[in-house]
Antibody, heavy 122, light 111 residues
Framework: QVQLAQSGAEVKKPGASVKVSCKAS????????IHWVRQAPGQGLEWVGW????????NYAQKFQGWVTMTRDASISTVYMQLSSLKPDDTAVYYC???????????????WGRGTLVTVSS | QSALTQPASVSGSPGQSITISCTGT?????????VSWYQQHPGKAPKLILY???DRPSGVSNRFSGSKSGNTASLTISGLQADDEAAYYC???????????FGGGTELTVL
């Protein structure tokens, strides 16, 4: 079955960077885009960007351009999201989610990871 | 402030039907049919329940239905059940540089 296993919770100081991983299993890794969506405590959902695991191509929401980097290691079916220059406002649960459409981005997410809580505090 | 506007809360009794609206603009819902809806129970990841306005993924109950008129999309849940109590989020493609936007979410209470 399709599974997205995310790395554990992180606590970072303002100005630091964080790298969250998302390991895929149960399907062809290179066939489906992976999106990252975040949710601040008690708040709604916010799209961060996507990565094409086949080509490594990325597409970031304008708000995150310049300080988010998404990469992948196809040999271990894992994608990564790195956020730099963290601020307390970046405290959120970060989810990876699989696009439901093969080989393209539909922005509809059919499988989600359990989320990774990133806390930014001095 | 979210790009798509949803009511903060709705409620209904078991067996009843409820509708949740999601209002956008001509830059998103008004132009594109790439509207999706997610259900999120507390402490859980969201679950896709509708995509492309009214299509249901495999395994999602036909009690969930969707529609769109102008700049507003709607989610209707019929035959309310206790397990439907959750937060519901709409989302849409947008022609702005944001590319994809979510609504602020609606808390559904089953009385």
């Amino acid at each position: 079955q399709v599974q997205l296993a995310q790395s554990g919770a992180e606590v970072k100081k303002p100005g630091a960077s964080v790298k969250v991983s998302c390991k895929a299993s149960g399907y062809t890794f290179t066939g489906y885009y992976i999106h990252w969506v975040r949710q601040a405590p008690g708040q709604g959902l916010e799209w961060v960007g996507w990565i094409n695991p086949d080509s490594g191509g990325t597409n970031y929401a304008q708000k995150f351009q310049g300080w988010v980097t998404m990469t992948r290691d196809a040999s271990i079916s894992t994608v990564y999201m790195q956020l730099s220059s963290l601020k307390p406002d970046d405290t959120a649960v970060y989810y990876c989610a699989r696009d439901r459409t093969e080989y393209s981005a539909s922005w509809h997410y059919d499988y989600w990871g359990r989320g990774t809580l990133v806390t930014v505090s001095s | 402030q979210s790009a798509l506007t949803q009511p903060a809360s709705v409620s209904g009794s078991p067996g009843q039907s409820i509708t949740i609206s999601c209002t956008g603009t001509s830059s998103d819902i008004g132009t594109y049919n790439h509207v999706s809806w997610y259900q999120q129970h507390p402490g859980k990841a969201p679950k896709l329940i509708l995509y492309d306005v009214s299509d249901r993924p495999s395994g999602v109950s036909n009690r969930f239905s969707g529609s769109k008129s102008g700049n507003t999309a709607s989610l209707t849940i019929s035959g309310l059940q206790a397990d439907d109590e959750a937060a519901y989020y709409c989302s849409s493609c947008t022609s702005s540089l944001t590319r994809w936007v979510f609504g602020g979410g609606t808390e559904l209470t089953v009385l």
